[in-house]
């Protein structure tokens, strides 16, 4: 587990500039009369565990709530 932490997360962090990009090209595409659904993959208890593991669920559950706050406002 130590190495796929040391590969998978140690770096992250949450970047404001992509839910901009992702609201923008939602709205772009919506625009044109194209039909947008956003779906997110479950992740598996060992993901999640890594997750925590890391120290990252705090800015995990940020994540989700900008993304479903995103969702809700277009």
Known sequence: MDAYLASSYTSFHINPETFAQLR???????SEGVQVDWFLS????????????AGLEPA???WKRTLSDLAAEI
């Open 24 to 30: 923008d090209a939602t709205r772009d595409l919506r």
């Open 42 to 53: 479950p992740l598996h208890a060992l993901h999640i565990a890594a997750i925590e593991a």
């Open 60 to 62: 995990f559950m940020t």
